[in-house]
């Protein structure tokens, strides 16, 4: 399994909850608003803008929330933001993509180039580590939809890649353009997904040691805890043995 994911879920534990919800609502309600300002301002004739609105909801958003990041997109003092994505190295010579959407493009550039080179690694070119990984959708649901044959066919059926079942629920992947189909078709089957969202899926993964583990921990830890950082992918992965340490 790959490190970034079982990361998140122990800074989910040992991080103060609320203030993890206010950041989280805070990235949630800009991807909301960005989705907004591609289209219509309706998630039923926006399909950028369904997707940010039903992964809202999934992390319970507020409704008043959502509607006032909708309504945010059309306001006349409405920011802007840039999509910007960097790539860079971390401790072991880990692969780290970050994607940020900043209405500050220089602010946010110094704060990664400064977080990589604090953790010992360094940033490079656009390209420079994407290419070892995927863009693809990424459909999540809670291990309480059905067994793992269940999704498997439900997946198959929807036209998906490749499912992951394990006791904490169900991930599904499938090529990046087909993420709304595909959504929606499981949708009809299994009800509302957990998460729908692209994402940079590793095509190998670099197994790393405690102490450099504890650099990329941190490193991502910083990056995701930035106001611009939207989400953070890397290629690195843990030995349960480590793992357990970390956890504890």
């Known amino acids: 399994m790959a490190g970034h994911s079982q990361f998140k879920n122990i800074m989910h534990r040992k991080g103060k909850q609320d203030g993890i919800r206010s950041k989280m609502f805070s990235k949630l309600a800009r991807e909301i608003t960005v989705a907004a300002k ?17 992964n809202a909801k999934a992390q319970s958003m507020p409704k008043d929330n959502i509607e006032r990041a909708i309504k945010k997109a059309s306001g006349a003092d409405a920011e802007t933001y840039d999509a910007i994505r960097y ?11 970050v994607e940020t959407l900043t ?38 649901y809670k291990a309480a939809v059905g067994d ?14 490749d499912v992951v079942s394990d006791e904490d629920g169900h991930t599904i992947y499938c090529a990046f353009e087909d993420m709304n189909e ?12 957990e998460s729908v969202k692209a994402i940079w899926k590793p095509q190998n993964t670099i197994e790393v040691d405690e102490e450099k583990a504890t650099s990329l921990m941190k490193l991502i830890d910083t990056l995701e805890d930035d106001d611009d950082v939207q989400n953070v992918y890397s290629n690195f992965e843990v030995s349960d043995e480590v793992m357990a340490k970390l956890s504890a």
């Open 182 to 193: 595909v959504s929606k078709a499981l949708e009809a089957v299994l009800g509302g997904a």
């Open 87 to 97: 790539e860079g190295y971390g401790p072991g010579g880990v692969a780290v993509i």
């Open 148 to 161: 793992a044959d269940k999704v498997m066919e439900a997946a198959i059926e929807a036209g998906a890649e």
């Open 38 to 54: 591609t289209g219509l301002p309706d998630p039923a004739m926006n399909a950028a803008l369904r997707l940010a609105v039903q």
């Open 103 to 140: 209405d500050n493009r220089n602010r946010t550039a110094s704060v990664v180039r400064s977080t990589f080179s604090k953790a010992g690694g360094a940033l490079g070119e656009t390209g420079s580590v994407s290419f070892s990984f995927d863009h693809v959708g990424e459909i999540t």
